[in-house]
Each structure stands twice: as C-alpha cells, then as structure tokens.
C-alpha cells in the first residue's frame, strides 16, 4: 500500500482541547485497480478520537454528484462543525468496529462444508481432526451449516478499517484462520460447485483479505482439500477445485495436491472405499510435519 497523503487538515480550538481533522487519501490501487480511500480523522492533540472512512469501491463511481471525495469532504465540513459545537463528545476514542475473539485459535482449521453433520465429509473432518491430535497439535472444525453465515454483501467497508460490519458468526472463523499453520477444506460437490454454506464463508474471508493488503496480518498457513463428489472421474470436481483454489490463493494460503474421492452415488459410505482414510490421513500428515522455513 502506498505512502498516505494529507488532502486537508483542520485545527479547532475548544473548551475541551485542541483537535485536528486530517482528511487522508490512500492509492489502494495495489489491491484493487483504481481503489482510493478517504479517512476523516478527528485527534484530541496526538490522538485519534474519530475515523470515518469510504473508498471509491463501495461509493458512487467518480465525477458524479456524490462521488468517494465529495463525500469525504461533505463528513470533513460536518465533523468540524460537529467538534466545535460538541466537543465534549470527542473527548474519548469512538471506534466503530467488531474485534475478532482473542481465543480460539488452532494449528489446524477445518472447515466442513457439507449441510450433513454425519455424512461423508464430516467423517472426513473427523479423520483430519484426529491425525492433528496424533501429531500433538490443536485443531478446530467448523460445521458451517450450523452457523450463521450470511452472503457477502459487497460493501469493501473491510478496506476501510479491517472489519466487516455483517452481524453474525464469521469472527471466529477470521480469527482461526489467521492464526492457522494448516487449513483444510472438506466438501461435497453440489451442483458442480461447494455448498452454499461453504461459499458464503468463501466470499466473507474478503474480510480476511482486507485485513492482509490493509493492516498486514498476513497468513502463513498451508492448505488441504478433500471433496468428494457422486459421480466417478475428475470432470465433478473441475469447479470445486478452482474454487478452493482461488479461496486459498486470495488469502496466501500455499495449496498441496487435493485428494478427491468420488463413485459415491454407488459407494455412497465413504469409509467403505479402500485405502481412501489413509490417503486422507497421509496427505494431512505430510502438511503436519515440522519443516524448515520457506
């Protein structure tokens, strides 16, 4: 992300204190082509009271009657009129923003994807979850279905400050997977693709990304899938894998070979399949393994 550059600045005199309204641009243009954002600061002498921030993602496209720099500008004027007429309100820092959990974070993260608590990619999430615990590390499975997970609602408030501001239980699944050393995705193919629970805490790890490009919380993890589909071949899992594909790219997520399972139509039980538990387990163990520092 390139150097930010002060557009405006605006000092107050109050009863209250002296306090400065900084409007800042940043070139986010490394993350998305032509992305800029604007903060409004308010600092109470050296620090920061108030931050509200837009971006030319998420607002009217430029040279419009409101596009991201008039409204900027329109939230400096009203803040300045705002702190002068009631500094008391600015006197403590107001943040507007969903801390993630300062627990619950696991060597390996496990997202099960599959809407069946007992079908065949929950046995395979309990494979993994047991090889993690051979190994002597922590793990965490996360059943998506049971969650509440909401759609992506393509607002880039996340390249605004590093949140998301969608009420519902994605933090803690941020939070494993920033601290993971070993993600695994474990999936059935649905209508070519991942389930729809899967998908949404695809698209809403944007806010993960965000947090990468924006406040350098980088993941150093690597990445497993295991899908398994009905029909046999690999034409089934041509859209499951570049999807996975894309989710661990997008997050730095370094992939190892999938392992992908199918004739489940006829097998249906997927631990009735021969030697597939101990390819599962083999190609988790291999990721497990301690290893010199790329």
């Known amino acids: ?34 992305m800029i954002r604007y903060t409004v600061d308010v600092l109470r002498g050296t620090k920061s009271v108030y931050a509200y921030a837009i971006n030319t993602y998420e607002s009217a496209r430029q040279g419009t009657l409101f596009d ?33 959990p300062g627990t619950g974070t696991a060597d390996v993260v496990i997202l099960q994807g599959s809407p069946r608590r007992f079908g065949n990619s929950a046995k395979i999430a309990s494979w993994c979850d047991d090889e993690a615990a051979r190994a002597g590390l922590t793990s965490r499975v996360f059943h998506l279905q049971e969650m509440e997970i909401r759609p992506c609602i393509g607002c880039y408030v996340c390249y605004d400050q590093g949140y998301c501001p969608v009420e519902d239980d994605m933090p803690p699944i941020i ?29 809403r790890c944007q806010w993960l990304h965000a ?49 992908l399972i199918g004739d489940l139509d006829r097998a249906r039980d997927v631990e009735t399949i021969g030697g597939v538990e101990d390819d599962v387990r083999a190609a988790l163990s291999a990721l497990l393994a301690p290893r010199d520092e790329e």
């Open 1 to 34: 992300m390139s150097e930010s550059a002060a557009e405006k600045i605006q000092t107050i005199e109050t009863p209250e204190g002296t306090f400065t309204l900084r409007l800042v641009q940043d070139d986010l243009g490394d993350i998305y082509p032509g």
């Open 68 to 100: 991201t720099r008039k409204a900027a500008e329109i939230v400096f004027t009203r803040l300045a009129h705002d702190v002068a007429s009631r500094p008391h309100l600015y006197t403590r820092p107001r943040v507007f923003t969903r801390p993630l």
């Open 175 to 203: 939070r494993a997977l920033e601290a993971a050393s070993v993600v695994v995705v474990c999936t059935p193919v649905y209508t070519g693709t991942v389930p729809a629970a899967l998908k949404a805490a695809i698209d």
């Open 211 to 259: 947090r990468e490009k924006v406040l350098g919380k980088e993941v150093h993890a690597r990445g497993l899938l295991v899908a398994v589909a009905g029909r046999r071949g690999a034409e089934p899992f041509v859209c499951v894998t570049r999807v996975v594909e894309m989710f661990m790219e997008n997050l730095g997520i370094r992939p190892a070979a999938p392992v």
